[in-house]
């Protein structure tokens, strides 16, 4: 029993000291949830206008992609994590031979953030995922002709939907990326779903319910995110079970998203990984008994995991920078959509927008999917961010 | 409808300037919520160590008693609050008049902030509330000696418990203050209660449902409060409408805190008022719909109201410095208490611990006021702060 087993060390805790490399929104919500607990925090980022950089004891200014500056930066501190995978591993695994420790394992961050590692590490561990092939370059595409329909992931770089793309048939292939990629296999989708699962350095897991994104049909583009999923019990479990037996064989602690999709024959298939909080658990905050940013603090402080159940059903929609409007943000509507019953908003403190930048999020909470679905949608044309 | 007026003012929402005039753990908290909304945060608070310094935009260290230090703090701020009553009135009256937003307003601080003049108030639009006398010093005690059993409670200065006594009789008027106080006759008390209510710019009224506190019979201490209290709806009902029909009557927009007493006969008297966000209601950052911090924030930035319903039944504990220990802090039984279904700890990040200090408070969700009472006393003997 783990809570015997915290009875009987008798524990008396102290102020630790918590490092986040990257200063995003999602380092800010960490940081809102982080001022609950017996903990100073440090973030490291380029830029100190980032949303986290007022809500940390330390901010220092520096470059994650830099060796000294992530050295220096945590050489100090109890334990580090992450809010983004574009970081200096090298200088990870140089603080965790030191001592330090880092949620998630260097290795593991190493791993996924090269798509081409995340493809291999899937298919050794028998993960069910797209089947892949490597091309390292345009040319190289043209010996796979039979492979499309297909999707090329850049290895390196792509971000937040940059460095992907599909090419249906040889007349594309003049899209293709001109650099080391994953050339996967189109799934036939029926639904895309995330699961955020956190793992402590004790191996034991929770499971935060399945989510579903809901994709505007004209546009093809994300429209917003509703949990509980609309799939049949044995389908979450075998979702539950495909995304909790990939993140147990990371062998490292931290929060890990794992995206899947689900095809018309009801096959799972894992997608991606992030081995941190993520843009589809940030429902979690209201609609859950524990959001995942608590989650998070719980396995870098060492305290237990917390229950992952739903308080309510829930809807999210993204606030997204405004096509044809670029700098300072001002926000359309935002006091129409905190009238709505039910309706969170988070905005995120970013100074500029741009066409196409997350600004925000609003979760909608309600009794029933038709009415959180509803709210969300309509929040999405009211809301808008424009300069 | 205020809906929508909204609609017809065609809001574009800029980064408002917000001050808050003290930087404690209501400070804290305030901040912590503020992160969801476009403001950028001041902070006035001569402690750089205090619980908000490091989770503002801007951290000012200055006396929020002196009237230079408070008009140097505001007059670039479009709006300003405060978590403590003991601030500089005369400088935030300057700052309203040269247009700064201030809520709650100065007048109505300055009423509150003395208790002698509270209780004027109260008697002068017949809000019902025990029965006082005023006295300047111990000397003119004797003259009212028929008066007793009281309470005596300083006009200025007392906070947190400080400054109130209990007069039993005669032989007990040596412990009396030397200084101008209100003596109030004493109430038989069956429950004490605490309402909190905001009202925005346009004399609308949010009331989140009452909170009981409960005593514990052998210390006669708070042991913790519940939500929602055990009264009849009849009884809850008159509370309600005795507290807003008060809080109206202040005239300025903000979040006050009513306490009152329900006496054996079930007679409703309102004991004073926090013109603030406060200690009885902490738990509503979980256990209802809209927080009072979020309620406060959509007050000072002009946003819509938001449901103040519960979504569970809370228990609340205050995590207080044990007696006998001075010093960094350190907590006990953290891991234990969070191990606890429904538990949501919540630790100030105060450095320094000393007896009787707040230091932070748990909130206990669950289905029944029997569960969350029993996790709430089980709580408070399984997590100490020491040094």
Not at 83 to 112: C, F, H, Q, S, Y
Not at 335 to 345: K, L, S
Request: include cysteine.
């Amino acid at each position: 029993m783990a809570f015997i087993d915290y009875l009987h060390r008798a524990i008396l805790i102290l102020m630790q000291k918590a490092g986040i490399l990257g200063g995003g929104q999602l380092g800010r919500m960490l940081l809102q949830q982080a001022a609950n607990y017996p903990v100073e925090t440090y973030v490291l980022e380029n830029d100190p206008q980032c949303p986290s950089a007022h809500l940390c004891h330390h901010f220092v200014q520096g470059n994650i992609q830099d060796f000294d500056d992530v050295l220096r930066f945590g050489k100090t501190l109890d334990v580090i994590t992450i809010e983004i995978e574009t970081v200096n591993i090298d200088a990870l695994e140089e603080l965790e031979k030191g001592g330090v420790k880092i949620i998630p394992r260097p290795a593991v961050v190493r791993m996924i953030k090269n798509k081409i590692r995340q493809k291999a590490f899937y298919k050794e561990h028998h993960i069910p995922s797209p089947e892949f092939l490597v091309v390292n370059n345009r040319q190289e595409l043209q010996d796979h002709l039979s492979f499309l329909p297909a999707v090329q992931k850049l290895g390196e770089g792509g971000y937040d939907g940059r460095g992907v793309q599909v090419l249906q048939h040889a007349g594309e292939l003049d899209k293709g990326f001109e650099a080391p990629s994953v050339l996967e296999k189109m799934v036939d989708i029926k639904k895309e779903i995330a699961v955020i699962i956190g793992i402590n350095e004790q191996g034991e897991t929770a499971v935060f319910p399945p989510v579903e994104m809901v994709f505007d049909p004209e546009l093809n583009l994300l429209d917003y995110q509703i949990c509980p999923a609309n799939l049949s019990a044995s389908l979450l479990q075998k979702i539950e079970s495909v995304a909790s037996g990939l993140v147990k064989q990371f062998e490292s602690p931290g929060l890990f998203a794992v995206e899947l999709f689900v095809d018309q024959r009801d096959e799972v298939w894992v997608n991606e990984t992030a081995p941190r909080v993520h843009n589809s658990g940030h429902h979690t905050i209201e609609a859950n008994q524990t959001s995942q940013f608590d989650l998070l603090w719980r396995i870098l402080l060492g305290y237990p995991l917390g229950k992952t159940g739903l308080v309510s059903c829930s809807a999210m929609v993204n606030l997204i920078g405004q096509p044809g409007y670029s700098g300072a943000a001002r926000y359309s509507g935002l006091p129409e959509v905190m009238a709505m019953e039910g309706a969170y908003v988070h905005v995120y403190g970013k100074k500029q927008t741009k066409p196409g930048r997350k600004m925000g999020h609003v979760t909608f909470l309600g009794e029933s999917p038709e009415l959180v679905s509803g709210k969300a949608q309509a929040a999405k044309k009211m809301l808008q961010v424009i300069a």
